[in-house]
């Protein structure tokens, strides 16, 4: 949630320019949910719609158990206008622009954040080299399209 925080809050600020607002977040457990309380705020207001969903339920957690691709699944959406922010570890990003790819949106609906292992941030170390782009020089956001096949390369 965190680097998507801002454009969460000016989407909200600029709603009427979106037919719906949804946000999907997820985490190990209640406790490792960033932001709970925005998120509690957020799931109130009639600008945005929130899903939470956590691996393992803890006491007193109510919510849905699952998979953040298992409650994307059932958000609604147009696949020809729908627009994704996607971030948290890359298998988790692969699997939801898998998703939503298989459900009709075009890769470079799809916005991934990138967050290597980096250490100069200026493009001259390598650490966080993927293929031929250095995620903090030319990213660390890109369009699915231009970075899925290096994603699935192993190791890469
Ligand atoms: S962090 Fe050094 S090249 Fe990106």
């Known amino acids: 949630v965190a680097p998507l925080r801002l454009s969460i809050i000016d989407a909200m600020e600029h709603h009427q320019r979106f037919a719906s607002l949804t946000v999907v977040a997820a985490a190990r457990t209640p406790a ?6 925005e998120l509690e705020r957020w799931s109130r207001d009639e600008r945005l719609e929130v899903r939470v969903t956590v691996d393992a339920a803890g006491p007193g957690w109510t919510g849905p158990v699952g998979l953040v691709t298992d409650a994307l699944a059932t ?5 020809r206008t729908v627009v994704a922010l996607v ?18 949106v075009e890769p470079h609906r799809i916005h991934v954040s990138l967050e290597r292992n980096m250490r100069c941030g ?3 170390c ?17 369009a699915y399209d231009r970075v899925a096949h290096l994603l699935e390369v192993r190791e890469l």
Request: aromatic content about 6%; some cysteine.
């Open 122 to 124: 200026v493009g001259t």
């Open 87 to 104: 971030c948290g570890p890359e298998p988790m990003m692969i699997a939801v622009a898998h998703d939503l790819v298989t459900r009709g």
């Open 75 to 79: 958000v609604p959406i147009d696949p």
């Open 126 to 142: 390598g650490h966080c080299q993927l293929g031929p782009l250095f995620v903090c020089r030319d990213g660390p956001v890109f």
């Open 32 to 37: 490792d949910l960033l932001y709970p309380g």
